[in-house]
């Protein structure tokens, strides 16, 4: 069977390297996590492209060098509690739990959430956990989260989400309209919160409480 470990060795290198992702432990997870099988059978062919796909319920997996982008962004350390809103397919949090020690990932779609869990045992990610639930509450009773990360697109940071985060953490998602964003960056020191921009971006909406109305 095709193990796309070549496809592979070609995203990260032109796609993820060539755009100047330098984290070597980010280049690695991205190296090892068989992408294709977070997609249903039908569009395995298309994991190594350079752009997102559908992956049922009206949702995507993000372009791979944006997942690069915002791991290398959120500076995720061996022994770091991650919570991880979004799970979608499960690819991110497949890709956290390479470089984490605990990896917390909420999904509002059931269908989705419950095939990703799958994928993920499946795959012997045991240290990920998912939920089914409103992310931009985040997922109270496993908090503080040294790093969070959110794949969807919120109107403005979530509150909660902030409160969530440990002294010393970092936030990791996009904000904007509802068609384009930039990713920004938010690092806790105590009670003070520090804002920086990245890059702009288009994700799917962040539907909730603190995000868009469905
Ligand atoms: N990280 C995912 C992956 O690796 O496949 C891709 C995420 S996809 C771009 C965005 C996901 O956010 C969708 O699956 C969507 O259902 C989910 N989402 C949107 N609003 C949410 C919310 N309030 N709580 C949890 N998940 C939400």
Known sequence: M???RNERESMVKNQIKARGIKDKRVLQAMKSVPRHLFLPAEARKYAYGDSPIRIGSGQTISQPYIVALMTELLE???DHRVLDVGTG???QAAILAELAAEVHSIERHTALAERAEETLK????????????????GYPSASPYDRIIV???AP???GPLLNQLADGGRLVLPVGSRFSQH???WDREGEDFR??????????????DQGWEE
């Open 76 to 78: 995720v350390h061996d």
């Open 2 to 4: 095709n193990d796309y």
């Open 156 to 158: 403005k940071v979530p």
């Open 122 to 137: 499946n795959l012997g990610y045991d240290q990920v956990h998912v939920h089914i639930g409103d992310g931009t509450k």
């Open 195 to 208: 804002k920086s921009s990245s890059i702009p971006v288009v994700f799917v909406p962040l539907i909730g």
């Open 89 to 91: 397919s499960g690819y």
């Open 151 to 153: 794949a969807a697109s």
């Open 183 to 185: 990713l920004e960056i």
